[in-house]
């Protein structure tokens, strides 16, 4: 793989996903990946901290969007 494609192979991507919360203050955002079979295959699991990192890029990324749409 290019050293520039951070992307892994097809066999190692998720083709959706789901995410959750637990009980524990010290996590966030729980990710679970599924395959085309809806079937877990990884779970990524944030701190609060991540998890407010995550929700602001999603913010800005959509507004960078929506302002490009806009023009």
């Known amino acids: 793989m290019p050293h520039n494609d951070w992307r892994p192979d ?7 996903f789901t995410f959750a919360f637990c009980n524990d ?3 966030g955002l729980h990710l679970v990946g599924k395959d085309r ?5 990884c779970e990524i699991v944030m701190s ?6 995550v929700i602001e890029a999603c913010k800005d ?7 490009k749409r806009d023009k």
């Open 48 to 53: 609060p901290g991540q998890t407010l990192m």
């Open 61 to 67: 990324h959509l507004y960078e969007k929506a302002a």
């Open 25 to 27: 203050p010290g996590c």
């Open 37 to 41: 079979n809806d079937n877990p295959m």
């Open 10 to 16: 097809r066999k190692y991507r998720a083709d959706s």
